[in-house]
């Protein structure tokens, strides 16, 4: 480890403490060192290769994740039924295949009339989903309800609460007269076509209702099964596979003997499709570099995200076997804290690979910053709006380095969570969003982006994706 190495590593412990500060309970062991482990202990010198010398800003990292995205051949817009559609992205303009409504329809219970009252009142009345019904003509009226076809020639539809039908069976208007209105003391005023929807009001057949590069969200799927759809054009989404490395991973029970929960596979699927992916596997590949060359030599996923044995340790295999693989590092280390060894590399022609750091908050991190951006754009998703919020405490940063910080929203103020070290999830899991922290740290008030986390504010059981 170089001496600049150290220098690095020190400030970054020094950060989750000064951030943990009031957070700790009494007697607890100091956070960052009590979720490490023998096998992060174990690491050989770091090489330049994923630490800070020579990484992306964090700025360019993104664009560039975008840009990789870009660079390749798109996938073929698919068909997809409604029930199917939901978050997925719409590929072409959602265009009428009808007028809505398709027929003059009543907006109330009550009479559809024909000319000036009283009207002698039909005998069979309209419900909705009936045939065409009778002309009426002046001087009648018929029984309608709500989203019923209205007879031709009627003028209005007067509601059940404003009229009343005395004992001949003749229907009179009781609409509630204005002071100014000059039928005051006469016929009650019945406008031409009140409460009447005139076919094609909201739509004609070919109108473009929604743009391509729509969310199809529930209300999009509501629109377009009005409007005549069965099926919709959508980009569909990446395949992603996910890759746990490491020998040191549990998947049951508790934590025992040096060995750890793996936190990233429960995490990540979840996480990946709220970012537009379907998750085609999940493969646990421990430490073994052949596994992961073959792993990554027979996926056919759009973006491989692995996990763990991105720095240069003994048995880091990441940057070795993307060697042997041929592979193109796009980004090589990012000036971010955490997750600064997350990596970015061109894989196959349509395939990327997001390397993602081990210690689980600098894996949410390298996921925000990579595979967020090229996951998006293969999705055919718009970048979200810049979305900033002033400070509520101070929030010590990096000398040099960008930080993302779990955060918590209330009342327009973004609230640092404590227990943000790059091996704790605590902070996170009760956020709403991450702060992005310039060089330097931000100052109570000061205005600083956050990062949207999928969730946060639909809920996840309504989560689109
Ligand atoms: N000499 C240096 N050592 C390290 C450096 C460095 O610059 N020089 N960087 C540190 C930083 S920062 C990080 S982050 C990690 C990145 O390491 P890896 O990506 O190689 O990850 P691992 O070593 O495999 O694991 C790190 C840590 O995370 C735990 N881990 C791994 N996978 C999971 C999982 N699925 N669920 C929960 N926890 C996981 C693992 O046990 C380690 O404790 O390297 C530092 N070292
Ligand atoms: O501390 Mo490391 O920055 O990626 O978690």
Known sequence: MTRRDAE??????????????GGRPPGAPHPSRASSTPRSAEKGPASAKGTHHGATPWP???????RAARSIRRPTPVSVTLDDALGLVLAAPLTALTDLPSFDSSAMDGWAVAGPGPWQVRRNGVLAGHAQPEPLTDGEAVRIATGARVP????AVLRSEHGR????????????QAPDS???GGTPMLGHGQDIRPRGQECRSGDQLLPLGTLVTPAVLGLAAAAGYDTVTVHPRPRAEVLVLGDELLTEGRPRDGLIRDALGPMLPPWLRALGAEVTA?????????????ALKNSSADLIVTTGGTAAGPVDHVHPTLRRLGAELLVDGVQVRPGHPMLLAHTGETQHLVGLPG???AAVSGLLTLAEPLLRTLAGRAAPEPFALPLQDAVHGHPHDTRLIPVALRADRAVPLHYNGPAMLRGIAAADALAVVPPGGGRPGQELELLDLPWAAAGIQVCFT
């Open 60 to 66: 360019e990292a993104r664009a560039l994740a975008d």
């Open 182 to 184: 000059a039928h005051a």
């Open 152 to 155: 031709p020639g009627a003028t």
């Open 8 to 21: 690095e590593l020190d400030v970054e412990e020094a950060l989750a403490v000064a951030n943990d500060r």
């Open 282 to 294: 999940v493969r646990r590949i421990g430490d073994d570099a052949d596994a992961l060359y073959t």
């Open 165 to 176: 039908t005395d004992e001949k069976g003749r229907l009179h208007a009781t609409l509630p």
């Open 359 to 361: 210690n689980p908050l």
